[in-house]
Structure formats: structure tokens, C-alpha cells
């Protein structure tokens, strides 16, 4: 079974800090995604990364930054937290050929006060 | 005009109701449509997989897709209290890095 892990369930965290959420997965997946959901706008795409070190930007990748220095580990990091960042954030991975299917984590439900 | 447009509901039927939901989008280059089932307080998981125009059943479950109307469907027979979750569709161009579309999703309840 594909298993994608998140580092925390739940967070709290303020304003200006700079935060950190973590992804692992363990099926050797070239592609891995970072979204946020929000209620009535459903996921939206942050950023994606094909392969070590790669990067792209997703459609709402401002205010965000990613980091890939392992093939298993895909990292989220928001620079100086705000309000407006409070969401539910989904990692998910896949395979590198189109059409395959993306697994995703528990998610990571951030509040940033 | 949103690329993937999908009624957020919420949805509520009675047990046993036969469930309809839908998706619609406007990009012809896609070609390949899941339907997601996320629980609350979970991450989605895949439901059902398609990558061509017609039907795909899977016990209660068919995913339909018509490309020539950009349309896709996915109903649910016989609905269970268990099937209560939020139902996203999912669209995918060929090529593209295995990036999905995802529509706003779907909130279903199903009352005993």
C-alpha cells in the first residue's frame, strides 16, 4: 500500500513565522504535489515536483516555497506566515507516466493567528 | 470560467437513493478523469479512474464520461450513511507532468 505521511495533523502558528510542513512518501514516486483545500474552492495546486531538486509552480504558488533534496521527502515552507495561509494542506505523489493516480496524505490543518 | 466546474452541494438523500454527481469542463485536451472520495478531517482517495468516453462500473459505483459534451458523472446506487464524504473530480491532460484539475467537490449525505 502507497503511504504518504504529513508531519503534523494539526498546527498553530502566528503570524510573520516561518513555517514548515513536511511530506514523505515511501512508493518511490517521481512526482510529488503540494495543495491547499479551502471550503468552496477546493484544491488548489502550490507547487509540484518531478523529480529531485525540481521544482514548478502550481496556480497559487505566492507566498510559498518548496523544497526537494530527496526523492521520498517533499517540503512546504510558507516564509512569513499570515493570516490569509490558514487552510488544510494536502501533500500527495504519483508515478511519472500521465494518467497515474496521485495518493494523498491525511493532510496538515494549519491556523496561523 | 473555471476549468472544471462541479456543484459543491451540499447533497443530501435518504438510504438507498440513487446519487447523482457531476462535473463539467471546458478544456477538450483532457483525457483522463478520476472521481475522489475524501472523509472529513482526511485526505482524498481514489474512487474510480477513466480515460475514455462511456461507462465504468465498479460495484455501486459508475463513473460516466461524455467527451463530446465535456461531461462526467459519477453515480452511486443503493447509497450507505458510509458513502457521507466529499466527492472531488479530478481531470488530467496528457503530458503534464501528472498534474490534476480538480473540480470544488461535492458534499454528500446519506440519512438513515
Known amino acids: 500500500d502507497v503511504k504518504v505521511t504529513q508531519s503534523s495533523r494539526y498546527l498553530v502558528k502566528r503570524t510573520g513565522e516561518k513555517v514548515f510542513l513536511e511530506c514523505v512518501q515511501d512508493m518511490d514516486h517521481e512526482n510529488m504535489f503540494w495543495y491547499r483545500q479551502d471550503p468552496g474552492l477546493g484544491l488548489r495546486l502550490i507547487y509540484f515536483?518531478?523529480?529531485?531538486?525540481?521544482?514548478e509552480k502550481g496556480d497559487i504558488p505566492e507566498g510559498y516555497s518548496v523544497s526537494r533534496e530527496k526523492k521520498e521527502r517533499f517540503s512546504l515552507i510558507l516564509e512569513s506566515a499570515s493570516t490569509n495561509q490558514t487552510s488544510m494542506y494536502l501533500c500527495?505523489?504519483?508515478?511519472?507516466?500521465?494518467?497515474?493516480?496521485?495518493?494523498f496524505g491525511p493532510g496538515t490543518r494549519l491556523l496561523v493567528l | 470560467q473555471k476549468e472544471v466546474e462541479q456543484d459543491p452541494g451540499p447533497l443530501s438523500v435518504p438510504e438507498g437513493a440513487i446519487v447523482s454527481l457531476n462535473c463539467t469542463y471546458s478544456n477538450s485536451a483532457f483525457q483522463y478523469f478520476m472521481w475522489y472520495r475524501q472523509y472529513s478531517r482526511k485526505g482524498p482517495e481514489l474512487l474510480m479512474y477513466t480515460y475514455s468516453s462511456g461507462n465504468k462500473e465498479d460495484g455501486r459505483f459508475t463513473a460516466q464520461v461524455d467527451k463530446s459534451s465535456k461531461y462526467i458523472s459519477l453515480f452511486i446506487r443503493d447509497s450507505q450513511p458510509s458513502d457521507s464524504a466529499t466527492y472531488l473530480c479530478a481531470l488530467q491532460i496528457y503530458n503534464q507532468g501528472g498534474k490534476l484539475i480538480f473540480g470544488q467537490g461535492t458534499e454528500l449525505s446519506v440519512k438513515p
Open positions: 500527495a505523489s504519483s508515478g511519472r507516466e500521465t494518467g497515474e493516480t496521485q495518493y
Open positions: 515536483s518531478y523529480d529531485v531538486k525540481m521544482k
